[in-house]
T-cell receptor
Framework: AQSVAQPEDQVNVAEGNPLTVKCTYS??????LFWYVQYPNRGLQFLLK??????LVKGSYGFEAEFNKSQTSFHLKKPSALVSDSALYFC????????????FGSGTKLNVKP | DTGVSQDPRHKITKRGQNVTFRCDPI?????LYWYRQTLGQGPEFLTY????????KSRLLSDRFSAERPKGSFSTLEIQRTEQGDSAMYLC????????????????????FGEGSWLTVV
């Protein structure tokens, strides 16, 4: 079975501090991993993905994520948080052999305080 | 505009009425997806099209729900005899898919979402 877990419902961080939003996954075959961000009453915006290659992937708005196969994790990070980063973040996984179905976590609300 | 477009953005309907949502995917994308999202949850897969063929439907998609993509371009999602439990945001997404199991084309594998269509059933 394929699934994604985001263990934190909410993450609070002060502006300028580094942030981490956690994600672990379970999937058949090699994982295709994604992060999306959602602002209130909006759709999901693609941030970054890991398909193959370097375990550290860089994405939009200064975000990056590190793929760790042994820990089946794909944590989202940013060295210095901005107030405008406050939003809902979703991790998603797609299996290597299942092209059509993406499984999403329940989301983590990131609050960046000035 | 090169993004995924959804219409209407908001719909309030009375229980028992039918509603239809439209999605226009990114123009070169051959795959189209419908997801449903309720408050506090991540998107849940409903159905998927490759070109005009509907290849998979979730068990969440009861017989009151029907989706079409008649010419392999835009898609419609119709909900008949709406119930209060249907209240949610309906998200459309599209992607550039390929048939192989490899990495695929640049920009492929990623699904891009529209802004969503909010449905409130009263």
């Amino acid at each position: 079975a394929q699934s994604v877990a985001q263990p934190e419902d909410q993450v609070n961080v002060a502006e300028g501090n580094p942030l981490t939003v956690k994600c672990t996954y379970s999937v058949s075959g090699n994982p295709y991993l994604f992060w999306y961000v959602q602002y209130p009453n909006r759709g999901l915006q693609f941030l970054l993905k890991y398909i193959t290659g370097d375990n550290l992937v860089k994405g939009s708005y200064g975000f990056e994520a590190e793929f760790n196969k042994s820990q089946t994790s794909f944590h989202l990070k940013k060295p210095s948080a901005l107030v405008s980063d406050s939003a809902l973040y979703f991790c998603a996984v797609r299996g290597q052999y299942n092209f059509n179905k993406f499984y999403f976590g329940s989301g983590t609300k990131l609050n960046v305080k000035p | 505009d090169t993004g995924v477009s959804q219409d209407p953005r908001h719909k309030i309907t009375k229980r028992g009425q039918n509603v239809t949502f439209r999605c226009d995917p990114i123009s070169e994308h051959n795959r189209l997806y419908w997801y449903r999202q309720t408050l506090g949850q991540g998107p849940e897969f409903l159905t998927y099209f490759q070109n005009e063929a509907q290849l998979e439907k979730s068990r969440l998609l009861s017989d009151r729900f029907s989706a079409e993509r008649p010419k392999g371009s835009f898609s419609t999602l119709e909900i008949q005899r709406t119930e209060q439990g249907d209240s949610a945001m309906y998200l459309c997404a599209s992607s550039l898919g390929h048939l192989g199991q490899g990495v695929g084309p640049p920009g492929g594998n990623t699904i891009y979402f529209g802004e969503g269509s909010w449905l409130t059933v009263v």
